[in-house]
Every structure is written in structure tokens, then in C-alpha cells.
């Protein structure tokens, strides 16, 4: 289950370029919008909405209490926009939710356990997905979704999305065939086989040829006997 963040946030009427006067306030210009909800310009407080975002996934709800009014909503983040150099949030979208409606949501993926398989240096864990997008109602969405690898032993065994167990009231949004982590060769390990594997096509072909080199000197030796 996820927690709930507190933020406060107040209506916004700069807009456009002069966004900028807001930043260098120490504020950052937000948005909430939502089913049923109509896009509202907000602003919050800089340092309080890193705090938040550092704490928050795409499926933490966040409680929004608005201006004066103390109007509050719950939402979820939808998407930050980040400063490059600083890595400091410019802008974000607010997702309003009804908690009795589903809604979708990419969830992290955690990998926990240790396979068995990953001890020999030969052998890697292929994770291809950080993320697993699932459906349900916000309240139970998790924070994150955790995948045991402690079952994978043998190289080439592999867990799905279909694999994953997920909370109840949860169903999974991705395709089912989607792979999570397999366990695979390293690609020093799948060249070293394949030499190998070439050699051993290669012997047969040699020692034939060699077979056939010492009949036909057998034979040339036979003739020169047989002349004099």
C-alpha cells in the first residue's frame, strides 16, 4: 500500500515565459488536472516539492491542500520536468484521482533475492524492464513491485510479467509475455562456446583429410614399388 505525501500548493497566475520570475522565487509552476477535473495552473514550494518527489513513484498519492481555501485533492505525479545541470524539478503535472476508479500506473521493479545461477562468473542477470504498469484503485497500487530471483538456477530460465504476483484488486496492464529477468551467458562466456562449438564441427573434417592424405601416400608408395 502506498503512503500519502502532504503538499501544499497555491493557485498560479503567471504563465507562459514569465514562469521564470516564479523559479528564481523558489517556487515551481504545477499543474493538476484529472478525469472530470479541468487544468488548473498551481505553484509550489521549491524545496518542499523536492522533498516530496524524493520520496514519492508514480503510484504515491499525495495529498493536495490548495491556497486559502484549503481545497485538498489527491493525486498522483504524472510527470516532472528537470533542470539538466541542477537536476531541480521546473515543472509538474499533478494527476487528480476519485479512489473508487481504477487508473494505470508504471510501477518500479525491485529485484530482491539472489539467484543461484548468478554466482558463476560466466553467467549475468538480463533485466530488460524497470517498470511494470499495472491497474487498480490508487489506494491499492503498490509503491513498488518486488520479483524474487532466488528460484533461477539454470541459465536461460526466465520470469515473465505473467509470473509476477501482484496485490489484490491489482491487474497487470502490460503484456503478459513481457520479460522481467532472465539469466543469461555473458558474451564472453556465448563466444567461448561458440569457438568451441566451431573446433569440435572442424576435428572430423581434418582428421579425414589427414586419413585421406596418408591413404593416397600409401597408395603413390605402393605404385613406386610395384614399378621397380
Known sequence: MPHTIELRAEPRTVVGKKVKQLRRQGLVPANVYGDGVESTPIQVEAKALQQALAHATATTLVNLTLGESQARRQVLVRDVQWELLKHVPVHVDFYAVRMDAKVKAAVPIVLRGESPAAKHSDVILLHPVSALTVEGRPGDLPEVIEVDV??????????????????????????????????????????????????AREAPAIAAGTAAEEVGQDADAAKAERGA
Open 150 to 199: 532466488s528460484s533461477l538456477a539454470e541459465v536461460d530460465q526466465a520470469i515473465y510479467a505473467r509470473d509476477v504476483p501482484l496485490p489484490s484488486g491489482v491487474t497487470l496492464a502490460d503484456p503478459p509475455d513481457e520479460l522481467i529477468v532472465k539469466v543469461q551467458l555473458t558474451r564472453a562466456a556465448i563466444e567461448a562456446e561458440a569457438e568451441a562449438a566451431a573446433e
